[in-house]
């Protein structure tokens, strides 16, 4: 079992719409989750982190987590075709880094 | 700030050299982690270097090694260059510690083997 699960996609959502990233873990004691934006031939780029059990808002971004289920979400508002990207989910465990394989999101004009 | 750098950006190499990145931190960050990223693979992490020594390590064989400097500053070392070595190496910078491990990645090295 991985540690970090993620759909690999492709998510497509029209312009203007909600688009919604999933992420699961498998260890418990994961105290960090983390999103990144990676566009094609780049490298990631930090998005949004959270610590605490609920909602995180930055912008158009929401991060959201459930401990309890294991389960961390990331929610962008108002879609544009610039956040069309792979989106990666990743968690830190005693100092350890661990990412899913990242969602492909396709945000179409 | 500064962000992450990371030298050379591009790098070709044949089979059985070795090759050397480097890696210069945000300033005040003393993490640095080391991954290795292929379209089949994803990102796999290599190792970690906190305070010049080697805090974490991920699966990979004895050809990959590292190493950081007083000045945070990190280089990874890859011997006896393979065809699947090919891939995009990045490292990323944090605190690294709680509450502040949030890491930001450098552009990357291409490195390609022939």
């Known amino acids: 079992q991985k540690e970090v699960e993620q759909n690999s996609g492709p998510l497509s959502v029209p312009e203007g719409a909600i688009a919604s990233l999933n992420c699961t873990y498998s260890?418990?004691?994961?105290?960090?989750f983390f999103w990144y934006r990676q566009y094609s031939g780049k490298s990631p780029e930090l998005i949004m982190f959270?610590?605490?059990?609920g909602d995180k808002e930055d912008g158009r971004f929401t991060a959201q987590l459930n401990k309890a289920s294991q389960y961390v979400s990331l929610l962008i508002r108002d879609s544009q075709p610039s956040d069309s990207a792979t989106y990666l989910c990743?968690?830190?465990?005693?100092?350890?880094?661990?990412f899913g394989s990242g969602t492909k999101l396709n945000v179409k004009p | 700030k500064a962000g992450v750098t990371q030298t050379p950006r591009y790098l070709i190499k044949t089979r059985g050299q070795q090759v050397t990145l480097s890696c210069s931190p945000i300033?005040?960050?003393?993490?640095v982690s080391w991954y290795q990223q292929t379209p089949g693979q994803g990102l796999q992490f290599l190792f970690e270097?906190?305070?010049?020594?080697?805090?974490n390590k991920g699966n990979f064989p004895g050809r990959f090694s590292g190493r950081q400097f007083s000045n945070s500053r990190s280089e990874m070392n890859v011997s006896t260059l393979e065809l699947g070595d090919s891939a995009l190496y990045l490292c990323?910078?944090?605190?690294?510690?709680?509450?502040?491990?949030?890491?930001?990645f450098g552009p990357g090295t291409r490195l390609t083997v022939t």
């Open positions: 959270i610590y605490s059990n």
């Open positions: 990323a910078s944090s605190y690294g510690t709680s509450g502040g491990d949030e890491q930001y």
């Open positions: 300033s005040g960050h003393r993490s």
């Open positions: 260890d418990r004691g994961s105290q960090s």
């Open positions: 270097y906190f305070s010049e020594t080697q805090r």
């Open positions: 990743a968690v830190i465990n005693f100092n350890k880094f661990y």
